[in-house]
């Protein structure tokens, strides 16, 4: 789902390549009229960039692993997967969310803000937590085709050759969720018990500001925001 992020980023995913291949990736957004970048990288070089309105397609990308000349042997090369990026901005401030979708997206940040804070405290003990309260904000539900298309989304497709879909794998980039996993452990390695004090602390500014919305005047609007990625559908055929 598209949740509005201060920086405009839309989605950043990976894909990790083991052997070489020609790929297709096509973006479309749910609002027909939100204009965006899509950019692919490979490390901090810019691959190809195109702009798009509601949809867009790059029609052909090579990708190949990291092959490097065996030392061991005269002749020969040794291969490891390459990770590329793609990543997508909205443009132009040009998606706009209605106020009857924001407490679903409230909802969506607030599953994905626990379960961050939950893996921390988790990985910190280094062991499972089984039996662990459930957070107080349910997860949302889920149709049977993964998207509720009633809410702001958009798809993001990866598509090769069927001979070539074990070649490349696509994720979503969890490099700013391991960032800021380290710092929160940092944080508890040097003041014990402060991530449980902040979660405290958010939930009774968000129970505040339930209680307080609708006394709010029309012409005000209060905007919650925080990181966040979408969920997504991707495909190869």
């Known amino acids: 789902y598209y949740l509005p992020d201060r920086d405009f980023v839309m989605l950043r995913y990976v894909m990790i390549v083991n052997e070489k291949c020609q790929v297709t990736i096509q973006l479309s957004t749910s609002k027909p009229n939100v204009h965006f970048k899509v950019q692919v990288f490979d490390g901090d070089n810019v691959l190809t960039e195109l702009e798009g309105c509601g949809h867009c397609v790059i029609p052909s990308l090579f990708l190949s692993p990291i092959e490097t000349r065996n030392t061991d042997e005269e002749s020969g090369t040794v291969t490891e997967p390459r990770k590329y990026s793609i990543q997508a901005f909205v443009l132009y401030d040009s998606w706009s969310v209605t106020d009857s ?115 709010l005047p029309d012409d005000v609007s209060t905007i919650l925001s925080d990181a966040g990625t979408g969920s997504t559908v991707t495909g190869g055929g």
């Open 101 to 215: 979708a924001w407490p679903y997206i409230s909802m969506i940040k607030s599953v994905e803000n626990d379960a961050r804070l939950d893996k921390s405290s988790s990985s910190k003990k280094g062991k499972s937590r089984a039996g662990t309260k459930t957070p107080k904000t349910s997860a949302p539900p889920q149709p049977h085709d993964g998207i509720d298309v009633s809410k702001p989304h958009w798809i993001l497709r990866v598509v090769t050759d069927l001979e070539k879909s074990e070649c490349i794998k696509v994720e979503e980039d969890k490099g700013k969720e391991e960032e800021l996993k380290m710092m929160i452990q940092t944080w508890d390695t040097d003041q014990p018990g402060r991530s449980k004090k902040a979660q405290k602390s958010r939930q009774k500014f968000l129970d505040l500001y339930a209680l307080n919305k609708e006394e």
